[in-house]
């Protein structure tokens, strides 16, 4: 089975840097995703990460560890828009996720 | 080029209904996904298919069914409806194959939001 386990909720100010943090146990791995959310809509798509180590795009990085059962998610230069729930997942079997509760962000001034 | 279209938006039913949710995939994609989103949690996995064929179900009990058509649409139905499968069902596609990570990269659609009475 697959178990993910993601902080519930941070605030930070606009301009910050934040990191979410996801652990998870997991049986037939293939790539960790994050997904983000904002209330009412569905989850779009960030990054994934299948080796170890950072990848980054834009404002957005996202690091793993495999070994650790380990990822998180660096947001930079945060802006008001960034408010929104991170949803880390694990794909595992052919083309599943499991999603973790999400780890809601709020963006304050 | 249209995203994951998903139908209807929002609907009501009462304790005993049956539900059809109906989906359409980025142009090109031959996977697609149901999930089932509670309020406050993450999207839980009911189904995938790939070329027409199921290949996995999520711990949905059998009140809960989908297929996929030839043009890679689906559907997704829910029979003898209770008031706890009141949620956002998501329907998500990909590239599918060999379960790459690539592979794995879902586009999900808006949803439908259902409130079972």
């Known amino acids: 089975g697959q178990n993910i386990d993601q902080p519930t909720e941070m605030t930070a100010t606009e301009g910050a840097i934040v990191q979410i943090n996801c652990t998870y146990q997991?049986?037939?791995?293939?790539?960790l995703f994050w997904y983000q959310q904002h209330a009412g809509e569905a989850p779009t798509f960030l990054s994934y990460?299948?080796?170890?180590g950072l990848e980054e795009k834009g404002r957005f990085s996202s690091f793993l560890s495999r070994s650790k059962g380990y990822s998180y998610l660096l947001l930079k230069e945060l802006q008001m828009k960034d408010s929104a729930s991170y949803l880390c997942?694990?794909?595992?079997?052919?083309?599943?996720?499991?999603f973790g509760k999400g780890n809601q962000v709020v963006v304050i001034p | 080029d249209a995203g994951v279209t998903q139908s209807p938006t929002h609907l009501i039913k009462t304790r005993g209904q049956q539900v059809t949710l109906r989906c359409s995939p980025i142009s090109g994609h031959k996977s697609v996904s149901w999930y089932q989103q509670v309020l406050g949690q993450g999207p839980q996995f009911i189904f995938q298919y790939y070329e027409k064929e199921e290949r996995g179900r999520g711990n949905f009990p059998d009140r809960f069914s989908a297929r996929q058509f030839p043009n890679y649409s689906s559907e997704l139905n829910v029979n003898a409806l209770l008031l706890g499968d009141s949620a956002l069902y998501l329907c998500?596609?990909?590239?599918?194959?060999?379960?790459?990570?690539?592979?794995?990269?879902?586009?999900f659609g808006a949803g439908s939001r259902l409130t079972v009475l």
């Open positions: 990460n299948v080796l170890d």
């Open positions: 998500a596609s990909s590239l599918g194959g060999q379960g790459t990570a690539g592979a794995n990269v879902l586009t």
């Open positions: 997942a694990v794909g595992y079997g052919n083309n599943r996720l499991a």
């Open positions: 997991t049986s037939g791995f293939n790539g």
